[in-house]
């Protein structure tokens, strides 16, 4: 499949653009990730989910893309959290990269085709500082740091457009202001070794490296000096990724990106969610009253370079939707006669649907999951009104593609039933699945004796314990009301 053309905001030229590879067919793509010292809150859930789809709408679209997200193991906030635990860093990282892991794969996620650690590229973080002094463009102090000189740099403040003159000190609480920068907006490559900290042998003494380097390093050791997609939370534009740019391109004298994707903010109640404001929520915490699935939903609700607003009102609305495109499935699932349809239909009949090409439409224009889920809403209630007019062939050809885009997006992936009748985050009923089995049994038996007030009352006792009974020709089911 020849690679499709699409559209992307490029946040560096603050436009959006037709996207030109590098090399035909392939897109290289690095993520800034985690840093690993806690549970992934929902911002980072963002992320994840947002470069997660898109790189399941470029794959499917005929584009090899290379997928690389990197994880920070070494950092202030690392080795403080370490300390107040009176455990290792390894086994602190260790403990919550494997908590990431567990959180993407539940919000349905692909693992990325590479996650570099911070700690495996020392010596790669080293050779680049030692360019950047050796040109002029950074210098060690004398406690053993070693800085970025920001004035050598002319195009400092190109992707965020900030310019030096205009900025405030102390941008970034992980930027140390010394006495010993030539410019107070230098910022760190190198931290000379402090007691108790871990550190590595270095040319200008015993450290560890700063944030920035980090990922200048790892980039361009997976993916080369110059690559096609940088992307992260919009909080990362100014400085860590302003600093990537001037590290990376003083250090190889080539552009470093061509194209860079920021996130949106997460907002809790109209502020930003942030651990400083002691407003943030963890995946886990959310998981615990949401189904993953219904996470990604809302995520996948709104464009992934607008803010959106998390609350409990705008989960439940997720959660409602998606409950609908279960339902869908449910009803499919129901007709022997849909079923027996979707054997003649093959990928090609599926790619001529208009509704296909409205989908890829929205997602080519800079990945715009609102309207895509529009098309998909349009598929449900066509195959909803084919099936009540027992249209089989029109709907098993409306399902096909209704299934086919909801595999792009990654929702409506688990068993129909399971989900509809998930009690996460719901009051816990007093009725078991085999109690509800029970009186549902009870309920035909009334029914067949044509005592039709008893079979009304049992619908009633289950519906005033949150038990939703769907009557059809297959039987009856049953599903969770929220």
């Not at 993520?31 to 399941?56: L, N, P, S």
């Amino acid at each position: 499949m020849k690679a499709q053309a699409f559209n992307l905001y490029n946040s560096e030229l603050r436009q959006k653009m037709p996207f030109q590879p590098r090399r035909d067919g392939h897109i290289d793509m690095y993520v800034c990730g985690m840093t690993v010292y806690d549970y992934c809150h929902i911002g980072h859930a963002r992320v994840m989910v947002a470069f997660d789809y898109i790189t399941r709408f470029l794959r499917s679209q005929g584009w090899n893309v290379k997928y690389v997200r990197n994880i920070t193991d070494i950092d202030d906030k690392i080795i403080k959290r370490a300390n107040e635990n009176h455990e290792s860093i390894y086994d602190l990282t260790e403990r919550f990269i494997n908590a990431m892991n567990e959180d993407g794969e539940k919000l349905g996620c692909l693992a990325p085709d590479e996650s570099p650690r911070a700690t495996e590229f020392i010596p790669e973080m080293q050779s680049m500082i030692n360019t950047l002094i050796d040109k002029g463009i950074a210098y060690p102090s004398n406690n053993g740091d070693v800085y970025y000189a920001v004035e050598k740099f002319d195009k400092y403040g190109r992707l965020s457009g900030r310019k030096l003159d205009d900025m405030q000190a102390g941008a970034s609480e992980r930027v140390d202001v010394e006495v010993e920068k030539k410019h107070p907006f230098d910022f760190v490559l190198w931290k000379g070794a402090k007691a108790g900290e871990p550190a590595w042998q270095s040319p200008w003494g015993n450290g560890r490296p700063g944030w920035h380097i980090e990922c200048s390093a790892m980039s361009t050791c997976c993916l080369g000096n110059h690559f096609d997609i940088h992307g992260g939370g919009g909080d990362l534009i100014f400085p860590h990724h302003e600093n990537e740019i001037a590290q990376s391109e003083g250090a190889t004298g080539e552009q470093y990106v061509n194209y860079w994707m920021h996130v949106g903010f997460v907002n809790v109640d109209g502020e930003k969610m942030s651990k400083s404001l002691g407003n943030f929520f963890t995946i886990r915490d959310v998981m615990e009253k949401f189904h993953p699935e219904v996470i990604r939903y809302f995520i996948l609700s709104s464009h992934y370079r607008s803010p959106i607003n998390f609350s409990d009102v705008a989960l439940k609305e997720a959660k409602n939707a998606l409950t609908r495109f279960y339902q869908t499935a449910k009803a499919v699932q129901q007709s022997s006669q849909v079923q027996a349809e979707l054997a003649n239909i093959n990928a090609d009949d599926v790619a001529k649907s208009c509704y296909y090409g409205e989908f890829v439409e929205a997602m080519a224009d800079d990945f715009n999951t609102p309207n895509a889920l529009s098309v998909l809403f349009e598929l449900s209630r066509e195959v909803n009104r084919a099936i009540k007019a027992e249209e089989w062939t029109t709907a098993a050809n409306h399902y096909a593609v209704f299934k086919a885009l909801l595999d792009i997006l990654a929702i409506v992936q688990h068993d129909v039933e399971g989900f509809l009748k998930s009690d996460i985050g719901l009051e816990k009923s007093a009725l078991s699945d085999s109690d509800i089995e029970v009186q549902i049994q009870a309920r035909a038996d009334a029914k067949a004796a044509k005592d039709f007030a008893q079979a009304d009352r049992i619908r009633q006792e289950l519906l005033a314990q949150g038990i939703i009974l769907e009557d059809s020709r297959q039987g009856t089911t049953w599903r969770r009301e929220d």
